[in-house]
């Protein structure tokens, strides 16, 4: 069988988020006389809940007396995200993109962000056009490291999820991917290098290690 669809996450795979998101809250906790360490952080990547903000403040005003106020925290937050956030893909996924493109093999993007990040981001990039279909945490019942945004991705290409491969940066979403039926690539970020990610099956450094023909073997033994 050859190579149906290829699936991307987005924070920490075709975008670098994940250093956004840490660096922000990070910024605002040494204002407060507070260390934020990578470890303290890593180990929530790849979920998302409604209260992920509002955890981090509530933790802070624990620690510290001179914490700012929900409203404040909340707009500072943003504001350095806006200030942080990069103007580009992260390294090899243009390349990735155009490759996979020129091969005909459709793609998608699954995420367990919400669509309001998501949709306008890949907009920004300018990588809209790549992809047949962008699930998000908002179109799924459940989010990573439930099977839902890929099960939902593979629905939308019309493909059977054993002959996609999904791209990942954290076990949580690899987990989420293997429990769809994909193969798997884990592409680590330097905050989920501590993850463990064994249970991909190709692991490499930078999107720009991958190639059309590299992922289609991941699915060469897939029999229908």
């Given at each position: 069988m050859s190579l149906a669809a290829v699936v991307f996450d987005f924070d920490?795979?075709?975008i670098d988020s994940e250093t956004v998101e840490y660096e922000s809250h990070r910024l605002i906790y040494e204002r407060c006389g507070v260390a934020l360490t990578p470890a303290e952080w890593c180990d929530q990547i790849g979920t998302?809940?409604?209260d992920h903000e509002e955890r981090w403040h509530a933790r802070l005003q624990r620690l510290a007396p001179s914490a700012p106020d929900w409203p404040t925290f909340?707009?500072?937050k943003s504001r350095l995200c806006r200030e942080l956030v990069p103007a580009s893909p992260m390294r090899g996924i243009g390349e990735l993109l155009a490759s996979l493109a020129d091969a005909g093999v459709p793609m998608a993007i699954a995420s367990t962000s919400p669509a309001r990040w998501v949709v306008p981001a890949t907009e920004r990039l300018g990588l809209t056009p790549f992809f047949r279909a962008i699930v998000s945490g908002d179109d799924v019942p459940r989010r990573k490291p439930a099977p839902d945004v890929y099960l939902?991705?593979?629905r939308r290409l019309a493909v059977e999820p054993a002959a996609a491969v999904a791209?990942?940066?954290s076990a949580t979403g690899i987990a989420a991917a293997r429990a769809a039926g994909m193969k798997t690539v884990?592409?680590?970020h330097w905050l989920t290098a501590g993850h463990d990610l064994r249970a991909a099956d190709l692991r490499v450094a930078h999107a720009g290690e991958l190639t059309p023909a590299r992922l289609a073997a991941l699915v060469g033994a897939y029999v229908e």
């Open positions: 920490g795979i075709i998302w809940t409604e909340r707009s500072e939902e991705a593979a791209i990942e940066d884990a592409i680590p």
